[in-house]
Nanobody
């Protein structure tokens, strides 16, 4: 069992930056691909980014590519999402998630086994 806790959300003006962190408790963090998802009110939870177990591969949704960067520090059991050039449409609750399966970097929320409680990101115009 894994517990995930996100932090770093807040209110920022368009064009600004935030860095989200997701701290994991558990002894198998490095075996999980880790993803970030977001969900705005009234919308489906959508894929943002995923990073593979050793950090060797990353993938991004087209809407954030070039602006967001995912990274991880397995020694600290932490995954990060650096968000630059934020836009109002980035406003959402952001969730980190762990994929315990031995597969590729998956992008569907239903593929992930463990979820944090989320951290709110609000971008004002």
């Amino acid at each position: 069992q894994v517990q995930l806790v996100e932090s770093g959300g807040g209110l920022v003006q368009a064009g600004g930056s935030l860095r989200l962190s997701c701290a994991a408790s558990g002894r198998t963090f490095s075996t999980y691909n880790m993803g970030w998802f977001r969900q705005a009110p009234g919308k489906e939870r959508e894929f943002v980014s995923v990073i593979t177990r050793s950090g060797g591969s990353t993938y991004y949704a087209g809407s954030v590519k070039g602006r967001f960067t995912i990274s991880r520090d397995n020694a600290k059991n932490t995954v990060y999402l650096q968000m630059n050039s934020l836009k109002p449409e980035d406003t959402a609750a952001y969730y980190c998630a762990a994929d315990s399966g031995y597969f590729g970097a998956r992008q569907r929320a239903s593929d992930y086994d463990y979820w944090g409680q989320g951290t709110q990101v609000t971008v004002s115009s």
